[in-house]
């Protein structure tokens, strides 16, 4: 029998959020791929995504982008 992880994304947040959707799924996945390179304490609980991990980061302002022209 497979096992699925389910991946947690918090919907709240994202709907109680004002800036630019595109802006933050753009800095979600760049933040993913740094991750993806140079890991994370959040990966080492085996049930987070890289994807969630990065998505709640950016969402909660863990971490800070800034868009360039």
Do not use: H, W
């Given at each position: 029998?497979?096992?699925?992880i389910?991946?947690?994304?918090?919907?709240a947040?994202?709907?109680?959020?004002?800036?630019?959707?595109?802006?933050?799924t753009?800095?979600?996945i760049?933040?993913?791929?740094?991750?993806?390179?140079?890991?994370?304490e959040?990966?080492?609980?085996?049930?987070?995504?890289?994807?969630?991990?990065?998505l709640d980061?950016?969402l909660?302002?863990?971490?800070?982008?800034?868009v360039e022209?």
């Amino acid at each position: 029998m497979k096992e699925f992880i389910v991946m947690s994304i918090p919907l709240a947040t994202l709907e109680d959020n004002k800036k630019n959707v595109y802006e933050l799924t753009c800095a979600a996945i760049k933040r993913a791929k740094q991750i993806a390179i140079t890991g994370d304490e959040e990966l080492e609980d085996k049930s987070n995504k890289i994807t969630s991990i990065s998505l709640d980061q950016v969402l909660s302002q863990k971490i800070q982008y800034k868009v360039e022209n």
